[in-house]
């Protein structure tokens, strides 16, 4: 988590959680408040595309 | 479930996912000889993740990316932490070892499959799209003294890479190679300076 940043501008990234388990986040986002920008994360893997790339 | 086995490791391989190939297997023996104990590595375009399944036998970190989610659902089967990412965008740190095996193949309008299959292969007109972009962002995650493993063929333009290479202020040594029916692979290391 600590390594990840907004694939645009670079900057911090807002946690937020829907599931977890014991090892990992299994479903949430994470918010660039500067870009107001969602970076989904489904199935334990995070989406940093940026949505222009995204399918 | 597909499977392959190179060296002592069995590699889980799911549809959509480019299948480990010469230019894997070279890459894998090239990484073998050139990462130290402890590095921290980055694998760009990680496939099914038969790179870093070998990186994590001395790495401290092995973080992989790709563009394709079924290759970093393959690759996360395999047991290595991947994301899906362009290059590294989106990731903040700087690493020892970046490892890519980029699409490198000049390719025209009349090559394109469609979906997944194209990104795999399509290096651009000249080979080098891909590689361009990787280039000119490595400053940014290569720790002091960081070095790059990247796969090309002789198809790719070796000469130009090279000096694409050195423009970013990379120290250039080719570290191995393979020859395949019409081509040659090639594995070049960039070694930015301390």
């Known amino acids: ?55 | 479930m597909r499977s392959i086995t190179y060296h002592n490791k069995t590699i889980r391989l799911i549809d959509h996912v480019y299948e480990p190939a010469e230019d894997s297997f070279l890459m894998v023996d090239a990484l073998q000889a050139h990462m130290s104990k402890g590095d921290r590595i980055l694998e760009v375009g990680c496939g099914s993740g038969i790179v870093s399944m070998f990186a994590v036998d001395h790495a401290s970190l092995v973080i992989a990316t790709d563009l394709n989610p079924y290759a970093v659902k393959c690759t996360r089967l395999n047991g290595i932490t991947a994301l899906v990412s362009d290059l590294f965008f989106g990731i903040r740190s700087t690493f020892d070892l970046i490892v890519f095996n980029p699409p490198y193949l000049p390719t025209s309008e009349g090559d394109y499959l469609g979906g997944w299959d194209d990104l795999m292969l399509d290096g651009g007109p000249d080979g080098r799209r891909v590689i361009k972009r990787f280039l000119a962002g490595i400053g940014e995650h290569l720790a002091p003294g960081g070095c790059i493993l990247l796969l090309i063929s002789s198809l790719t333009g070796i000469k130009e890479v090279c000096d694409m290479m050195r423009y970013e202020g990379l120290y250039v040594e080719q570290v191995a190679e393979s020859k395949c029916f019409f081509e040659q692979l090639i594995v070049l290391k960039g070694q930015l300076q301390r």
């Open chain 1, 1 to 55: 988590m600590e390594i990840l940043c907004c694939p645009m501008c670079k900057g911090d990234l807002v946690l937020t959680v829907d599931e977890e388990d014991d090892k990992e986040i299994i479903k949430g986002s994470l918010f660039c408040g500067k870009c107001n920008e969602y970076y989904p994360i489904e199935e334990g893997i995070p989406n940093m595309l940026p949505p222009d790339l995204r399918v």
